[in-house]
């Protein structure tokens, strides 16, 4: 069955990093674009970066441009987000998605940004 699980989320300070994977698998992992949103509570989810499929081009949300980058490893089903220099307003649940013909979804993972 089709899975994406999320990882790497966690509490840290103002000014900190973490790296978020997220672990594909029951699906033919290079033929999606991938992307992570995110929601914070009260808020509708939202677009934070994205991929095509072979990793040749990237976007992001103004809000994170020049702090987290979006990469992907085909071979491991594996798509990452970086992210650096991070603030309190990042606080969300992180999500991964594949597109293509179908959305997935992954569960989520919690990311705190505070002090």
């Known amino acids: 069955q089709v899975q994406l699980v999320e990882s790497g989320g966690g509490l840290v300070q103002p000014g900190g990093s973490l790296r978020l994977s997220c672990a594909a698998s029951?699906?033919?992992?290079?033929?999606?674009?991938m992307s992570w949103y995110r929601q914070a509570p009260g808020k509708e989810r939202e677009l934070v970066a994205g991929?095509?499929?072979?990793?040749?081009?990237?976007n992001y949300a103004d809000s994170v441009k020049g702090r987290f980058t979006i990469s992907r490893d085909n071979a491991k089903k594996t798509v990452y987000l970086q992210m650096n220099s991070l603030k309190p307003e990042d606080t969300a649940v992180y999500y991964c998605?594949?597109?293509?013909?179908?959305?997935?979804w992954g569960q989520g993972t919690q990311v705190t940004v505070s002090s």
């Open positions: 991929i095509t499929r072979a990793g040749g081009s990237t």
């Open positions: 029951g699906f033919t992992f290079s033929v999606y674009r």
């Open positions: 998605k594949a597109g293509h013909k179908t959305d997935y």
